[in-house]
């Protein structure tokens, strides 16, 4: 148990569909991000918040829409996508304003577009 | 960003210890270098981190060089749980915050 739960674990939508995923933290933390793991490449930073306010965004599509309406969870809206979107999307969460920062990464969420 | 080069994979025997080796030979002063590992079909797990000096935890030990520019994870008596991608990473302070970039790590197998 990590303290950072993910929902769904598992997802398969049509490239017409919108869908959300859903993670949130139980660790107090001020910080989370969303990570996108493909097959066989390292994991890429998508999105950061920071205190509710996005400080990152790793130049991921607009079909890609994060929300995190408090400290405690983060939201990933997705519509339209394509099926080289999946893959395996993970988040984080971290206690920023320490050194260094750990992250603590929820199991994923595994995403299928057909 | 501060990259990190490490084996694609290693073998180790159960209840042996393992070397995990990482350079990093472009560190800079305020990277921290961190140990994550990821277990199949999980997300991605801390392990360890370190500045200069070498560290300890529960779950392993880092050794740092002297001149920063490689570190090498150990495991004391591996296990098949342990078996996993490990992942060494520079996290840079220096800004608003840390981000860390993940690259391939190497693939650990435990044979029973």
């Known amino acids: 148990e990590t303290g950072v739960t993910q929902t769904p674990r598992h997802l398969v939508m049509g490239m017409t569909n919108k869908k959300s995923l859903k993670c949130e933290q139980h660790?107090?933390?001020?910080?989370m991000y969303w990570y996108k793991q493909s097959a066989k490449k390292p994991l890429e930073l998508m999105f950061v918040?920071?205190?509710?306010?996005?400080?990152e965004n790793n130049s991921v599509p607009s079909r890609f829409s994060p929300e995190c309406p408090n400290s405690s969870h983060l939201f990933l809206h997705l519509h339209t996508l394509q099926p080289e979107d999946s893959a395996l999307y993970l988040c984080?969460?971290?206690?920023?304003?320490?050194?260094?920062?750990?992250?603590?990464f929820g199991p994923g969420t595994r995403l299928t577009v057909l | 960003d501060a990259k990190t080069t490490q084996p694609n994979s290693m073998e180790s025997n159960e209840e042996e210890p393992v070397h995990l080796p990482c350079n990093h030979s472009?560190?800079?002063?305020?990277?921290?270098i961190h140990w994550y590992r990821q277990l199949p079909s999980q997300g991605p797990e801390y392990v360890i981190h370190?500045?200069?000096s070498n560290v300890n935890n529960r779950m392993a030990s880092l050794a740092i060089a002297e001149d920063r520019k490689s570190s090498t994870l150990i495991l004391h008596r591996a296990t098949l749980r342990d078996a996993a991608v490990y992942y060494c990473?520079?996290?840079?302070?220096?800004?608003?915050?840390?981000?860390?970039?993940f690259g391939k790590g190497t693939k650990l197998s435990v044979k029973p």
């Open positions: 984080a969460s971290s206690h920023q304003g320490g050194l260094p920062d750990t992250q603590y």
């Open positions: 660790l107090g933390h001020n910080a």
């Open positions: 918040y920071s205190l509710e306010e996005r400080v």
């Open positions: 472009t560190i800079s002063g305020t990277d921290y």
């Open positions: 370190g500045l200069t």
């Open positions: 990473i520079l996290g840079n302070y220096g800004g608003s915050q840390g981000n860390l970039i």
